[in-house]
């Protein structure tokens, strides 16, 4: 069993949609949380960083982490063209290294 | 301000070749850790430097290896490639370790061995 578990899709919606994107986890020590987005023949970028359960939101995004089922989620609101890319969940264990599930494919479509 | 630069951005190797890939950190930032990522997954931790020491290292042979340079810059050295070493491999810089996760990534040395 992986670490890190992520649906690879590649999913397509229409612009102005909301998207959801998950991960699942098994490690029960993992205590941080990121979302990266990485544009075709670029490296990540990071988009969102969390440490605990609960919402963050920054802008049209928000992620969620559920500890006790082992379960994030990023929620992209009025989906845009431009936010066409690979979305990687990321997980952290103390000062260890990060964690990448294997990233899931987004088109928006105009 | 500069951000994490690689280099070189392409390359063409042979099996049985060794390769190094160069990495300059973000400004102001001191560890340097390195990732290989095959295509269609992930990124996997090869290993990471601070102070110029690998500090931690993940599930790779002792073919990759590294070095830190007193300016924080860092080289990637793979030894006797295989075909299946061919991915992107992405330096990310941090500052004091990987405590905060907040890993900034260059955009990637991307390795195609024949």
């Known amino acids: 069993q992986k670490e890190v578990e992520q649906d690879p899709g590649p999913l397509s919606v229409p612009e102005g949609a909301i998207v959801s994107l998950n991960c699942t986890y098994s490690?029960?020590?993992?205590?941080?949380f990121m979302w990266y987005r990485q544009y075709s023949r670029k490296g990540p970028e990071l988009l969102m960083y969390?440490?605990?359960?609960g919402n963050k939101e920054d802008g049209r995004f928000t992620a969620q982490v559920d500890k006790s089922s082992k379960y994030i989620s990023l929620f992209i609101r009025d989906s845009q063209p431009s936010d066409s890319a690979t979305y990687l969940c990321?997980?952290?264990?103390?000062?260890?290294?990060?964690?990448f599930g294997t990233g899931t494919r987004l088109t928006v479509i105009p | 301000d500069a951000g994490v630069t690689q280099s070189p951005t392409h390359l063409i190797k042979t099996r049985g070749q060794q390769v190094t890939l160069r990495c300059s950190p973000k400004?102001?930032?001191?560890?340097v850790s390195w990732y290989q990522q095959a295509l269609g997954q992930g990124p996997q931790f090869i290993f990471q430097?601070?102070?110029?020491?690998?500090?931690q290292r993940g599930n790779f042979p002792d073919r990759f290896s590294g070095h830190q340079f007193p300016n924080y810059s860092s080289e990637l050295n793979v030894n006797a490639l295989l075909l299946g070493d061919s991915a992107l491999y992405l330096c990310?810089?941090?500052?004091?370790?990987?405590?905060?996760?907040?890993?900034?990534f260059g955009e990637g040395s991307r390795l195609t061995v024949l």
């Open positions: 490690n029960s020590a993992f205590q941080y």
């Open positions: 990310a810089s941090s500052l004091g370790g990987l405590d905060t996760g907040e890993l900034f």
């Open positions: 400004s102001g930032h001191d560890t």
């Open positions: 430097y601070y102070e110029e020491e690998e500090r």
């Open positions: 969390t440490y605990s359960s």
């Open positions: 990321a997980l952290q264990a103390g000062a260890n290294n990060l964690f």
